[in-house]
């Protein structure tokens, strides 16, 4: 079974630019999360998708940070324009509808360096 | 509010020893799961173990158990045998409507 997918692996911009970001989740998992996690810190929910439609944005810097899953299946994050505190890797996870243990499986993470 | 803390910002151990990764919470709420996650330096962050709030019998996933003291809301690591492919970052974390994850136990494996 194949894992989630994210691409870009390494992205370098520079402030005031925009970047995005690719997820493809486990076929099947109806639910998809963007993290951020800043060097040295655990992993923060950013977005949670079910489906199409999303149930948890409060912690999205909506003023920059857009994403989307229009199909309900990949989704993209973006972000406009880009500031140096956003330099960290950004995690994808998809994880089976509600109920069960509800547990996340994650993909490689993009590494984005704002100069 | 749920919280997640690891006070251990890093960890030795002798290859072949076991040790214990701390990881307590706050919750008001009855219904929760606590995770741990492994991050080897590649960067994926890959499942070891669940505990439910309701599960009365401590998890274990081969050489994982996870010590569960709920009255303490505690939920620790415990990995037998280390192994040098076990050097990584250790995040706990818990569920509830979503998922907190602690700052992490970085895990050194010494031959």
């Known amino acids: 079974e194949a894992g989630v997918a994210q691409s870009p692996r390494y992205k370098i911009i520079e402030k005031r630019q925009s970047v995005a970001f690719w997820c493809n989740p486990i076929?099947?998992?109806?639910?998809l999360y963007w993290y951020q996690q800043i060097l040295g810190q655990g992993p923060k929910l950013l977005i949670q998708?079910?489906?199409?439609?999303?149930?948890?944005d409060s912690q999205l810097p909506k003023d920059r940070f857009s994403a989307e899953r229009l199909k309900g299946v990949d989704s993209t994050l973006k972000i406009q324009p880009a500031k140096l505190e956003d330099s960290a890797v950004y995690l994808c996870?998809?994880?089976?509808?509600?109920?069960?243990?509800?547990?996340?499986?994650f993909g490689p993470g993009t590494r984005l360096t704002v100069l | 509010a749920q919280k997640i803390t690891q006070t251990q910002p890093g960890m030795f151990v002798q290859e072949k020893e076991a040790v214990t990764l701390d990881c307590t919470y706050d919750?008001?709420?009855?219904?929760?799961?606590l995770f741990w996650y492994k991050q080897p330096s590649s960067g994926e962050m890959i499942f070891l173990i669940y505990?439910?709030?309701?599960?009365?019998q401590n998890a274990t996933e081969g050489r994982y158990s996870l010590n569960f003291q709920k009255a303490r809301k505690s939920a620790n690591l415990v990995i037998s045998a280390s192994q040098l492919g076990d050097s990584a970052m250790y995040f706990c974390?818990?569920?509830?409507?979503?998922?907190?994850f602690g700052a992490g136990t970085r895990l050194t494996v010494k031959p």
């Open positions: 996870a998809s994880s089976f509808p509600a109920g069960g243990r509800g547990e996340q499986f």
């Open positions: 076929s099947g998992h109806a639910t």
């Open positions: 998708f079910q489906n199409n439609g999303v149930v948890d």
């Open positions: 919750t008001s709420d009855q219904s929760y799961g």
């Open positions: 505990q439910g709030s309701y599960d009365e």
């Open positions: 974390a818990m569920r509830f409507n979503d998922m907190r």
